[in-house]
T-cell receptor, first 111, second 110 residues
Framework: DAGVIQSPRHEVTEMGQEVTLRCKPI?????LFWYRQTMMRGLELLIY????????DSGMPEDRFSAKMPNASFSTLKIQPSEPRDSAVYFC?????????FGQGTRLTVV | GIQVEQSPPDLILQEGANSTLRCNFS?????LQWFHQNPWGQLINLFY???GTKQNGRLSATTVATERYSLLYISSSQTTDSGVYFC????????????FGKGTKLSVKP
């Protein structure tokens, strides 16, 4: 298996624009997680899904953030409108056992 | 709240030296993982070890669940071992929130 695949790897956008991050989990994994990594806050969970259903979105910082999982092989994290403080590395992870596997991340820069 | 604490925060080694990284957690864990974040930012799974001892080449890990700590041992360190080592734990019966420590930044000098 190719592992968790995220796209794009890098994204630079202007403040106010919509940003969509994409994730393809490992086939057969029924949990999917979105994390954000910043220098100030480290790695923090934004939202996770089980069998395509959002279970806990308490980490989503504000209404500007939304996440969907329309099927078992695809998830998106959308920020609209984006702000400079959203600049971070966003990771997607998936698991079927308690052990989670991470994608390579998307480095988002909002200018 | 639930805490995952790692020590030391920074570690500088000469190539060939051994090291021990520590992770303390504040409650019984369902999942305990060690990751290596390389200089390119990739999070690489090292060990899934909620209890017991595992070894993989020059790396080994031990988790003593009853005493709420885990240790990562790196022997004969190489420059490619440089990066940040994270411990992460999940509590309770679900596979939910993996809570990460702040990491140990390791620099191995040639």
């Amino acid at each position: 298996d190719a592992g968790v695949i995220q796209s794009p790897r890098h994204e630079v956008t202007e403040m106010g624009q919509e940003v969509t991050l994409r994730c393809k989990p490992i086939s057969g994994h029924d949990y999917l997680f979105w994390y954000r990594q910043t220098m100030m806050r480290g790695l923090e969970l934004l939202i996770y899904f089980n069998n395509n259903v959002p279970i806990d979105d308490s980490g989503m910082p504000e209404d500007r953030f939304s996440a969907k999982m329309p099927n078992a092989s695809f998830s998106t994290l959308k920020i609209q409108p984006s702000e400079p403080r959203d600049s971070a590395v966003y990771f997607c992870a998936s698991s079927v056992t308690p052990e989670a596997f991470f994608g390579q991340g998307t480095r988002l820069t909002v200018v | 709240g639930i805490q995952v604490e790692q020590s030391p925060p920074d570690l500088i080694l000469q190539e060939g030296a051994n090291s021990t990284l520590r992770c303390n957690f504040s409650d019984s864990v369902n999942n305990l993982q060690w990751f290596h974040q390389n200089p390119w930012g990739q999070l690489i799974n090292l060990f899934y070890i909620p209890s017991g001892t595992k070894q993989n080449g020059r790396l080994s890990a031990t988790t003593v669940a009853t005493e709420r700590y885990s240790l990562l041992y790196i022997s004969s360190s190489q420059t490619t071992d440089s990066g940040v080592y994270f411990c992460a734990a999940n509590y309770g019966g679900s596979q939910g929130n993996l809570i990460f420590g702040k990491g140990t930044k390791l620099s191995v000098k040639p």
